[in-house]
């Protein structure tokens, strides 16, 4: 028995087992004894842990199959459920903790904005994306007077509101604007060396994303998993009317940001 099969329960039928190759990462060893995923395809833990590891470093938490469907080129993309995943995958008490806490944060993240006030260091939620003052109820309800904060400089709001750029605090900038402003240039060598920032806010949910500089000028949101064009930020779609993925956007490359888009949810 391998040590892959002693981590599993001989009294769970719902396990089967098969001898064919991984999926994952091609091996075809014989003697390596691989368990079938709810989809059909085939896996060891050790390339299981390793890809849905790599899902959740990208700011995925949902699990999908990267197999190819037999005789094609298309990804199979069945989402694989956690409950599955943990059964099995290697994965330590950390590593499952890990797991765990990581999909919180990112299922949390896709659903609501939230951050710590910095008066209790609660967790708020701000309700209204485009309005920087946020109201902590447990600061207003430990002092008996209203406390609101910037979301922005998370220092107690001054001035007039709502408002959607800054509060009256000396020295509220938004850190993601000075990263866009500031971020170097990049080239894009397979698109016909398009020059354009290498930091953009996603068009879609204002996620910061940098690009890596190879393969095409479109990348995907790790956060609202939309695909956008990184030189004239419009979405893949909308860009691949009158360009493709490998040249110059008919429209040019967009300036750099000077605001970060709402995700309006």
Known sequence: MTEEQK???????????????????????PNILRAEMPCGHAVTPQSLTAWCRSLLDQGQYKFLCPALKDGTTQKCGAVWPYVEVRRMA???QEEQSHFEETMAVLAAAEYCEY?????????????????????CTICTAESDKRFEFCWQCFKEWKGPGPRSDRCDNSGCINPHIEKLLKCR??????????????????????????HDTTGCKNIICNRCQVEFCFSCLKLTSACLRTSSHFLPCRDGVAPRQTSIPCWRK
Do not use: W
């Open 7 to 29: 981590r599993y329960d001989p009294k769970d039928s719902t396990l089967k087992f098969v001898s064919r190759k991984d999926d994952i990462t091609l091996d075809d060893d």
């Open 115 to 135: 951050n710590s006030c910095p008066g209790c260091k609660s967790f708020v939620e701000r309700q209204d994306l485009t309005n920087l003052c946020v109201l």
């Open 185 to 210: 240039d990049i080239i894009l060598h397979e698109a016909k060396n398009i020059r354009c920032p290498s930091m953009r806010a996603c068009p879609t949910c204002g996620n910061l994303l940098e």
């Open 90 to 92: 290697l994965l330590t």
